[in-house]
């Protein structure tokens, strides 16, 4: 039986039509240099493309 990838889990969200969430990168630091623009549009989930959407599924077992 696969075992779950324990980091994939606390890096992705499954979504109940099995979309595959994820942070935008880069929005845990310097963000006084960037326009307030450009930091509120950086919040939220963010889905992942087809391919890798696949990939990670694999990983994801559970």
């Given at each position: 039986m696969t075992k779950t990838t324990k980091s994939i889990t606390k890096r992705f969200r499954i979504t109940?039509?099995?979309?595959i969430l994820r942070?935008?990168?880069g929005?845990?630091?310097f963000q006084a240099?960037?326009?307030r623009h450009k930091q509120l549009s950086n919040k939220g989930m963010?889905?992942?493309d087809k391919q890798q959407n696949m990939l990670l599924k694999s990983y994801l077992y559970h």
């Open positions: 109940k039509t099995g979309k942070m935008p990168g929005i845990n630091h240099k960037k326009s963010r889905p992942l």
